[in-house]
Each structure stands twice: as C-alpha cells, then as structure tokens.
C-alpha cells in the first residue's frame, strides 16, 4: 500500500470519533469481521489507529477506498459543513461515489492540476439528488473549479432508473364512507402534483423572507394601513424538511391550493432568501 | 340557498348516517376509521365535508347527526365552522348537532379562545365536545361515543330521541347574559 494513502487512511480515522468509529466501519465494509473482532476499541487511540492501518495494509487498501472512508466520516459529519447550490451545466480528479436511501449521490472529488496530483486533503463534496438538476456543494475552492464539475457530471451519468409512484388518491376505499369533496380533492391533489412533481423534493432546512411593503388590512381606520412607510418584517420558514412540509398543506387542508407563488417558487428561483417590495 | 334539512328525506331501514364537517381531513379520516371499527346495531354511513353546503346539495342525503369539528389551533378552522352553520336549516338543532373541538390539549398552539367556541355552541343550543383527536386513545373513546349518540339520534335506542340527549349533554351554564 501506497505510503500516501496509509497516511491519508490514518488521518481519516484518526478524526472518527470513538462512539462513532464501529458504526462507520462497519459502514465502510472494507475490513473484514474476522479483522474487526482481533481490535481492542478500548485501547488509546493511537495505538488502535496504528492497528486498523495495518489492517488496511494487509487488505491493500486503495486510494479509492480510502477516499470512499473520507465520504462516509463526512456523511456522518454533514452538519459541520456549509452547503452551496449549484446547478450543473454542463485536471486529473480522484472521484468517489456513494448512494444513499433518499436518491441522493454523494460524490467526493479531489482536485489536482497539470503538474500536480490530486490534493486529497482538500477534496470538494457534492451531493447530487437523482431525480433533480441540483448538486448540493461544499468547498471554496470550487469557483476555480466549476467548469470541471460539469465535465464529470456528463460522465457519471446516474441512470437511476425513475421509481414508478402510484398517482392515485390514497382514500379509504370503504364503501361506507362518502368524501363529499371529492372533487375538490382531486383538484387539490391535481395543483400539488403540478406544482411539486412526484419525486421527493430536494432537502431544504429553511427560506427567509424579508418584507418591506406597506401593511394591508381589510379593517377601515385601522392605524397601520395609514402608514405611508413600508412595514419591516422578517418572516422565517424552518422544517428539518422545509419543501415537503409545504408540499403537504393543501393536501391536509391547512392551506388553499394553489400556494402561494412566494414559497413555490423556491425550487424553481433556485433562492431561499427573498426580498420583496411593493411594486 | 341551500340548507340542510333533517326530515327531508325518509330514513332508510336500519341505516345510521352521521355528516363530519371540519377542515382537517387526515384527523377526521382516523376518527371516521376508528367510528367504522365499532360494534353498533344498524349500518353505519358516513359523510365527511370539508364545509357546507354539500356539493351533493342537489340530491342531499338523509342525516341523523352532524358534528362540526373544531381545531382550536386553526383560525380557519373555526371560521369555516361558522359559515357552515348557516346552511342547517334550525331544525336540526334540536338535539342533531352536537360541536367537537380539537386542540385544547396543546394550549401554546391555540389561536381560538375556547371561550369564543363555547359562545358560538351557546348561540346553537347544541352540546359541546372536547377531544385532542391527535392522541389515539381519546380519539377511540370519542368514537364511540358519536356512535352511540348516533344511534340515539337515528331513534335506534328505545325510549330516548335526539331531544332526550340533547337535554341531558346541554351544559347548564353558559356563558352569562352579560358577556353576550
């Protein structure tokens, strides 16, 4: 084994927490259960570094996988990294993959230049849910770099097969039940669909909406509304799963369908920050 | 406009038809899931709105009992109540409507006064009751208990009319002369 890649592998595991280091190599499935079972996890932790990399050693242990030990740590660590959206429009680079359950590819890319390998210290992560245009990125060296991501997004094609979902309304088929608004269900099931789509929205956590409009009240006489400045306001939508959450108003008949343009508008403005004025 | 009446329509043998009103669909639909899972003598049918009046008002359908259903956390909730109401004809009101508010449980996320419900149940003449339809075990008791005022109202107990359990559920205090 590379003597680079031992060092990169004692690096990575040397951050790992230790409540977390069987979760993630079992995770990892590289070393065997056999291997796993001869390490004592309560010696100090240098020593059991020094022991899983001979263990890596002896299973030859390529870049490849100890770059695919470096997506799991991250994946595990996400919320200690601040994410930028980038669309994907279309130097050498060590490039990694892993899939998870909610159609999202993460992709651990390191850069290198003409005359330099690959830094595999400073790698960018993205994460690329299937069914959307939208990579998900974290790194500043990316600037520099965006061109190139489009490249590798044009070779490694996911070819996720589309899951096919049932359209149907999921009513109680109970014979002794009679929604009298039917119609109306369907339509509101209608205007979500076109508006959302089928597939899982993309994961965000929060849209911030900054307001300066003149205060509107159907009340005559009412203080505000004779306000000739705007009213500051600052309005803040948080979910660990923002886009769905909005998703599955209407159809739980907290709120009217169609929504509101202001939040359905955030796939698609690609923003979650708004400013909004009187015209 | 169109009203509800309740001796529009000759009851059907052995039927119980209960009407739901209320706009939180997924709460009603558990409540109506765990209404069909009770024992009770005649058959049971049920008619879930999101408001009146029905859609189907051209050809309504016989009801033996209409509960509003109330989420005290909505604004909306209550306010659709309201504008419901007056497409019952009064003569439902004699022991055929009974009001169901949700939500009291939580009481950081009221937007409703309970007080504003209970003056609006007064007004109506009609019993009022509690129930957090969220929680599974409240939910199953008040399911059986619409179903055994349904059957009550349907005339389907010996001895006791709707006018009967109207008069027993009524609370005697209402709010006083002067907050009205």
């Keep these: 084994m590379d003597e680079t890649v031992a060092e990169f592998i004692k690096r990575t595991i040397l951050k790992i927490p230790m409540n977390e280091l069987i979760t993630i190599l079992k995770a990892w499935d590289f070393l065997s259960e056999n291997q796993l079972q001869t390490i004592n996890f309560r010696q100090r932790k240098e020593s059991l570094v020094q022991h899983l990399v001979r263990l890596c050693e002896e299973k030859h242990a390529s870049l490849n996988d100890a770059a695919l030990l470096d997506i799991i740590y991250t994946q595990f660590h996400q919320h200690q990294k601040i994410w930028d959206v980038f669309q994907m429009s279309k130097g050498p680079v060590t490039v990694s993959f892993r899939e998870t359950e909610e159609n999202a590819v993460w992709i651990r890319i390191a850069w290198g230049t003409q005359y330099t390998k690959p830094n595999q210290y400073k790698p960018t992560y993205v994460v690329y849910y299937s069914q959307t245009p939208y990579a998900f990125t974290s790194s500043s060296r990316l600037r520099r770099n965006a061109p190139l991501l489009g490249q590798i997004f044009e070779t490694h094609n996911s070819t996720t097969p589309l899951q096919e979902r049932n359209l149907g309304l999921d009513i109680n088929m109970d014979s002794r039940i009679i929604h009298e608004n039917i119609a109306e269900k369907e339509r509101v099931q209608q205007i979500t669909q076109e508006t959302f789509g089928d597939y899982p929205q993309p994961r965000l956590e929060f849209a911030q909406y900054k307001l300066e409009t003149k205060f509107k009240s159907d009340l005559n006489g009412s203080i505000l509304a004779e306000r000739e400045e705007p009213l500051r306001c600052l309005i803040k939508f948080s979910s660990p799963h923002l886009l769905e959450a909005l998703k599955s108003l209407a159809p739980a008949g907290i709120a009217d369908a169609p929504l509101s343009p202001l939040l359905t508008c955030i796939p698609n403005k690609r923003m979650n920050y708004f400013k909004i004025r009187d015209k | ?180």
């Design chain 2, 1 to 180: 406009m169109s009203v509800l009446r309740p001796l529009d329509k000759l009851p059907s043998l052995n039927t119980a038809t209960i009407l739901l009103v209320g706009t939180e669909d997924a709460l009603l639909q558990q409540l109506v899931d765990s209404m069909l899972k009770e024992d009770c003598t005649s058959e049971l049918k049920v008619h879930l709105a999101k408001s009146l009046p029905l859609p189907s008002s051209v050809n309504p359908p016989r009801i033996d009992l209409i509960v509003f259903v109330v989420n005290l956390h909505s604004k909306y909730s209550l306010q659709n109540t309201e504008e419901s109401l007056h497409h019952v004809d009064a003569s439902f009101f004699l022991g055929k409507v009974c009001f169901l508010a949700t939500g009291a449980g939580r009481e950081s996320h009221c937007s409703i006064h309970q007080h504003t419900v209970v003056k609006l149940v007064h007004t109506y003449q009609s019993p009022l009751l509690y129930c957090d339809l969220e929680v599974e075990g409240f939910q199953a008791t008040m399911a059986q208990r619409l179903v055994r005022m349904l059957q009550m109202c349907d005339g389907h107990v010996p001895g006791v009319s709707a006018l009967n359990l109207l008069s027993l559920l009524r609370s005697s205090e209402g709010p006083s002369l002067e907050d009205m």
